[in-house]
């Protein structure tokens, strides 16, 4: 089962990067750290990642982004893959002020609307009685209840992952090809209708850690002359496929190709993949 190592508190720092400095970077870091297993004898050592995002119909979790709140979340449902047999993530991103926290619970696909209901799922549908899987699926279906966070939005990339290869304390990301479509179903399907391609051509470098701060990685922002910035998928992507956009396709639910592309550029239009 495709999945990655789970950092349930740890510390990020994002670059929105070339191509040319991302194969820098994999170059230096491949001195420290091991290929993800899942990227082993993938084109561009990458697999797909694929994320359904939760929102209210006022954009709540989307506008605490963009107005920069310290302690804020995101509720989203990540899979790999169109498997009906495969699980779904539910994942809680926590922000609180520089910490990042996540909480994780798999369950099958047959549980979800269950979930989207506000409802803790059969217990056939939940593939972990472990303590903290659980806790987040409580805590995952009560904000679903408390703020009815319904699908709003589909985030898809490739990922290049680099991992510490005794311990979880070290991660860098690479992420290609970083594309948004709105998703007003929960469909968990890797089909996008009319993608926004969020950075263009740049890449998204992340560099997390749960301990101590690795000394090399000054090193490496050094070596690639790159300065910190903010890159969030979701509401980047929102932004650029245009709020009012994404509420009629919700509200509707219509096909996003419908209204889009007669509203935006066509250069920032990218097919899926």
Known sequence: MLGDRLQ????????????AAALMARDFVRAYLELDENGISKENLSYPVHSTYLDSDGLKLFHETVNGNKNRYKLRIRFYDDDPNSPLFLEIKKRCD??????????KRAGVADVL???VPAQ?????????QLRALDDFTRLCLQHRFVPKGHVAYLREAWISAHDNSVRVTIDRAVRFDAEPRARFSTKMNAPVSVFGNMVVL???FTGRFPMWFNELVRSLNIMQRSAAKYADGITLFGEENLRTVCRN?????????S???EAIFKEAV
């Open 8 to 19: 349930l508190q740890r510390y990020e720092m994002k670059y929105v990067v070339s191509e």
């Open 98 to 107: 520089n910490s990042i926290f996540k909480q994780r619970c798999t369950i």
């Open 117 to 119: 209901e506000g409802r």
């Open 124 to 132: 056939t549908n939940v593939l972990s009685r472990d303590p903290k």
């Open 206 to 208: 992340e560099l997390k």
């Open 253 to 261: 639910r219509i096909s996003p190709m419908n209204i889009v592309k």
């Open 263 to 265: 509203n935006l550029p």
